[in-house]
Structure formats: C-alpha cells, structure tokens
C-alpha cells in the first residue's frame, strides 16, 4: 500500500522550483534530501504530470505525494515508549517528550516509534500511523497522529484550511503587554501569534518570569520561538534565539503544546485534547496546575 499526500499550491506565490517550495509541505518528506530523494523515484506529480527537481511552481498547481509504506518502515523497530492521549480507529494523539524530533531521515523519531505504541487500525486504508504536524525537538506536548489514508489526508487539508485550532503555554522573559497580536513575517512568509499572559512572577536573575499563552495562526518554523523572541521577551531556556545572559541552561525549553481542537474527519464531532504542562513549569507557578 503506498502513502498518499496532496498538496494545493496557493495562487498567488513567489515562483520557485518545487525541490525548494516543495521542503516541508510532506509530512512523509520533511527534510530537503527527502523530497529529492522521492522526486528522483517519480513518488511525485504536479498536476498528473510526474515532477523533477527542474519542475516549476507558480501558484494555483496540486501536488501529490505516493510512497510505497515499506520504504518509510525501518530497518530495525525503535522502542521508545510514547503516552497514548487518545487513540480510535482513525488518528490518535500522543504526548511528544523533549529531546527527540517528530520526523526525518533519523532512526530516532516519533515517527519510527508510533508503530509499537499505536494499535493497528482495521480499516481497509490502514496504513503506517504518521504524524500529521511537527513540534520542534526541544518543544514537548500534543502531537495528533493519522492512522489511515483518508484520515491522513482529511486531517492535512483541515491543517492547510487553518481549521485545527492549537495552543501553546511559553515562560517568556521580561516585561510584556498583557496581550498582543504578533504580525512579524518568518523567512519572507506572512505569520501570525496571538498572546496573553496568564500570570507573571519576579525572578533575582531574569527580571520578571511570564506564562503566556499562545494560538498561532500560521505554522512557520520556530515561529513562536521567533516571534517571542523579536519582541524582546525570548522563551525560557531558548538557546537559539535568547539573549546573551539569559540563556537558561540544563532545564531545556519552557515551550509547551498543551491542546489541539478540530472536527474529527470521520466523527463529524468538535473534539478537543489537552496533554497537561510539565512539572517543571508548576515549580515557577505553583498556582497553575490546572492547566
């Protein structure tokens, strides 16, 4: 069985050749090597015509990804054991520790471990489980996995439609509106981060602490990371994009995906999952464990 993505390039685009538009927009390719890797075997097409590293992209094309299921399955089974959140025939949704990336041309992923974690699902298009968005390595909580091909497909077109609605709990540094709309474009693309603080407390070392909640509206890479950081309020413990001297070591990132809410595709119902904030974020405020 062959796993399928498709893609709808929107109309108005920059022009650029697909083995650059086309890095990240597979969850099946993430990575650059990839999705050449994939055009060089044909598993691509840019309207039915079969796609090269010279095919060009000027806006308005649909791009399909097929990928026979055996060559994503490694060699060798990954055991690392992943929280179960929810799971059915359809999707699932597990809690993605820190230290480990969601997908790519690594043996460590929660990609290669979904399969010893997840039950097999019984439908006809049952497939590799995958995961459907990404959280970066040092970024922990909720990560929604499809385990069929329609639902993979389903849950990739309510992602591309801005229908499923993720947020996110940060410990930002210093001084902060209470809430604010960040429009700041991420590698010349538009982006847009909503946030509030929910409480603040004084730090000897870092001024003032803050946990602030966070809904982006846009999936650009690190954009949170990026946005936070740009209004000079970096994310606790950010080694890319913190302040010299304000670089938290040891502790890792204090950026966390607390919940995610959609339409389940088969369902038909609003469903929301919350995967609760780590221990480490109760130690500065101890008044949140509901969350």
Do not use: W
């Given at each position: 069985m062959n ?10 685009i920059?022009?650029a ?11 099946a ?5 990839a999705?050449?890797k994939a055009?060089k075997k ?5 309207n039915?015509?079969i796609?090269?590293?010279a ?9 399909e ?5 055996e ?10 054991p992943l ?6 025939e ?30 097999q699902?019984?439908?006809p ?18 990560l ?8 993979i497909?389903a849950?990739?077109?309510?992602f591309q439609?801005?229908l499923?609605?993720?947020t996110?709990f ?12 960040i429009?700041t474009?991420?590698?010349g693309?538009?982006s847009?981060?909503h946030?509030?603080i929910?409480?603040?407390v004084s ?16 999936g650009r890479?690190?954009?949170l990371?990026?946005?936070?950081s740009?209004?000079?309020?970096p994310?606790?413990g950010?080694k ?12 890792g990132?204090y950026l966390?995906?607390?919940?995610i ?7 038909k119902?609003p ?13 500065i ?6 969350f």
């Amino acid at each position: 069985m062959n796993i399928y993505e498709q893609h709808s390039v929107p109309a108005n685009i920059t022009p650029a050749r697909l083995q650059e538009y086309g890095v990240s927009i597979f969850h099946a390719c993430p990575t650059k090597s990839a999705l050449k890797k994939a055009l060089k075997k044909s598993q691509i097409t840019v309207n039915g015509t079969i796609a090269s590293t010279a095919t060009f992209i000027t806006g308005g094309e649909t791009i399909e990804l097929s990928i026979p299921e055996e060559a994503l399955r490694p060699k060798k089974k990954l055991i690392f054991p992943l929280k179960v959140i929810h799971e059915d025939e359809h999707l699932a949704l597990i809690h993605k520790p820190a230290g480990i990336l969601v997908s790519g041309n690594g043996f460590m992923t929660i990609a290669n471990a979904l399969d010893q974690n997840l039950k097999q699902s019984s439908q006809p298009d049952a497939t590799l489980p995958r995961p459907i968005h990404r959280l970066d390595y040092a970024t922990t909580g909720i990560l929604l996995c499809g385990k069929t091909n329609s639902c993979i497909r389903a849950l990739s077109k309510l992602f591309q439609d801005k229908l499923v609605h993720k947020t996110y709990f940060a410990i930002a540094i210093g001084e902060m509106n209470t809430s604010e709309t960040i429009n700041t474009p991420i590698d010349g693309k538009p982006s847009k981060s909503h946030f509030e603080i929910i409480e603040s407390v004084s730090s000897e070392r870092f001024g003032t602490l803050n946990l602030v909640k966070l809904s982006p509206e846009t999936g650009r890479r690190h954009q949170l990371r990026k946005h936070l950081s740009g209004l000079g309020n970096p994310i606790l413990g950010d080694k890319d994009y913190g302040q010299e001297g304000l670089i938290l070591n040891g502790k890792g990132l204090y950026l966390h995906a607390h919940s995610i809410a959609f339409e389940h595709p088969v369902a038909k119902e609003p469903i929301t999952f919350v995967s609760p904030l780590p221990e480490k974020f109760s130690k500065i405020f101890p008044s949140q464990g509901k969350f």
